[in-house]
């Protein structure tokens, strides 16, 4: 995840590169934003898995607004926001995101609406090898449990009508 400002040239050169389409998150690290400290570990997954995955037309950003002044052409009234800055389209409107604030929803999010098309090639795209695994297993144990708990059900069903 890349530090950007409007203090020096970071978010021109990081965040207006016109070849490169940039999601930058609006937030504070002052304490003020309860809101952004719950978003904060999401949005580093997001940086870390888009690295991982290779993705480099995609630069995932951060700018502190209580240490220095977003673009005035962005309404960061309400925090965090996170803003797509399209690869040849780096005037408004811009897309905004909105919705769950997770891992995958957000990788979903920035695939749909970047300028330059980008494909993950996993078939979980927000774990690494290890906890792709583990999500599975998961899910088939939940699944399991589900289905031994509707068993019992219809088992019980079944002796109450006898």
């Not at 997001?46 to 995955?53: C, D, E, G, Y």
């Not at 999010?109 to 494909?119: A, L, R, T, Y």
């Amino acid at each position: 995840m890349i530090p950007v400002t409007t203090l020096d040239s970071s978010f021109n050169t990081i965040v207006l590169d016109e070849t490169t389409d940039a999601v930058v998150l609006f937030h504070t690290e002052d304490g003020s934003c309860p809101s952004c400290e719950h978003l904060a570990p999401y949005y580093k997954k997001l940086a870390t898995r888009m690295q991982a995955l290779d993705i480099n037309s995609v630069k995932i950003a951060r700018m502190d607004v209580s240490k220095t002044p977003p673009p005035t052409d962005v309404d960061a009234s309400h925090l965090p926001l996170i803003v797509l800055y399209r690869a040849y389209a780096k005037t408004p409107p811009y897309v905004y995101f909105s919705g769950i604030a997770k891992v995958r929803p957000l990788m979903d999010w920035v695939q749909q609406n970047v300028g330059k098309p980008i494909h993950y090639n996993v078939e979980l795209p927000q774990f690494d090898g290890t906890d792709a695994q583990l999500f599975k297993q998961q899910l088939k144990a939940r699944e399991e449990a589900r289905r031994l708990h509707q068993n019992r059900r219809a088992v019980e069903e079944r002796d109450e009508e006898l």
